[in-house]
């Protein structure tokens, strides 16, 4: 698959518990760039975090029917004036080609529409060495 060729293609939508399978597909598929885990996610794994988390809103890139990208956003506990983003990934195939901007401006956007201040991103980058 060339992605370059499909970008135009990848569409940011609100998280449904269909597309469960296809995010555990996209966190086993991002295990590398998290630090070399080896955590194996499943539909039903994805489906009981997804019910328990305290997200206001949850986007994902799709391309056809992969989810290649993922945004969380929640309120922020440490200023009552803002939101944050806790999570945000883009499958290792897709980085570069501004997936994660996408889903970073649609959080803005919804930030603004819900008439917040300020939508934080906190991040904390780790990444796998070979030694």
């Known amino acids: 698959m060339t992605v370059t060729s499909n970008l135009e293609q990848i569409r940011i939508i609100e998280y449904d518990h269909s597309y469960a399978a296809a995010l555990a597909d996209m966190w086993n598929r991002s295990n590398e760039s998290w630090g070399g885990g080896t955590n194996q996610r499943t539909e039903d794994t994805v489906r009981r975090e997804m019910e328990s988390s305290s997200n206001l809103h949850v986007f994902l890139a799709v391309h056809e029917?992969?989810?290649?990208?993922?945004?969380s956003f929640a309120h922020y506990r440490f200023d009552e004036g803002a939101l944050y983003v806790p999570l945000l990934n883009v499958r290792p195939d897709y980085h570069g080609h501004k997936v994660g901007r996408n889903l970073i401006?649609?959080?803005?956007?919804?930030?603004v529409e819900a008439g917040w201040p300020r939508l934080d991103l906190i991040i904390m980058a780790i990444r796998s060495a070979a030694i």
Do not use: P, W, Y
């Open 105 to 111: 401006l649609n959080a803005v956007r919804k930030t």
């Open 65 to 71: 029917h992969e989810v290649v990208g993922f945004c």
